[in-house]
């Protein structure tokens, strides 16, 4: 079973800025595409950002095109997703995964983006 661990989270302001952090202990980290999900309040997952194996492709949710970056470190197994000009409906529990969006996830990270 995969071990994933996100921080990272906490509250910021709209326009704000976040570094969230998925650490994933092991040897098969490298091999994988990872992906950040997340859910708001009362909805459901929410698929957020893909990244491939070796780092060269990301793709995004339309909703944070533009404002997020994600990005992997293979030697330390850590991916990141670099969050700017949050807003309000950015506000969610974030989670990684690795290989499948929809299969197992680590703790989550609450981000929460308030005035």
């Known amino acids: 079973q995969v071990q994933l661990v996100e921080s990272g989270g906490g509250l910021v302001q709209p326009g704000g800025s976040l570094r969230l952090s998925c650490a994933s202990p092991g040897s098969t980290f490298s091999a994988y595409s990872m992906h950040w999900v997340r859910q708001a309040p009362g909805k459901g997952l929410e698929h957020v950002a893909t990244i491939n194996s070796n780092g060269a492709m990301a793709v995004y949710a339309n909703s944070v095109k533009g404002r997020f970056t994600i990005s992997r470190d293979n030697v330390r197994n850590i991916l990141f997703l670099y969050m700017n000009k949050l807003k309000s409906e950015d506000t969610a529990v974030y989670y990684c995964?690795?290989?499948?969006?929809?299969?197992?996830r680590g703790q989550g990270t609450q981000v929460t983006v308030s005035s």
């Open positions: 995964a690795q290989d499948d969006p929809d299969g197992p």
